[in-house]
Structure formats: C-alpha cells, structure tokens
C-alpha cells in the first residue's frame, strides 16, 4: 500500500506543465536542485501576464513551455 501510494505522488511530481490542446505533458526542473519548477505569474509593464515557472528555491525563473502556440498549464 505504502509503495502504490508513493509511486502515484511521483508520477503527479513529474507531470509538471500539460498542453490543454494535445495534451502533451513537460517535466521541467531547475537545472540547479533538479526540483519541480512551480507556477508563477510575471505582470509586464504594459498590464500584460506572463506565465513563468520558477524554481521554489529561488535560482531563478523562465518563461513557461509553450505547446500548439499556448502556453501549458501547470498540473500541480
Ligand atoms: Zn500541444
Ligand atoms: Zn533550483
């Protein structure tokens, strides 16, 4: 029991970012701690939002993965 339950939480882990459209998913890690980057919304000086992902403990964040001209969606 111990061992399925840990199994699935790591397969949530790794699912990171999924295109709504296809539903491709993308597995990103900080290249720095190898942890899952998390969700974060960049607001441009024009009013615009940007999604970005972010390493939760702080070396830095990117522009989030795009699929089929969107940005994906973070799955946690
Ligand atoms: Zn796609
Ligand atoms: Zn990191």
């Known amino acids: 029991m111990v061992l399925t339950f840990s199994l699935s939480l790591q397969k949530n882990i790794m699912e990171t970012y999924k295109c709504s459209k ?13 942890a899952p980057l998390v969700n974060d919304v960049l607001k441009l000086d024009d009013g615009r939002e ?10 830095g964040k990117i522009k989030s993965p795009l699929c089929c001209g969107e ?3 973070c799955a946690i």
């Open 22 to 34: 296809c539903g491709m998913s993308v597995n990103a890690t900080c290249g720095k701690c190898n």
């Open 71 to 73: 940005d994906m969606s």
């Open 50 to 59: 940007v999604q970005v992902s972010k390493c939760p403990n702080g070396h």
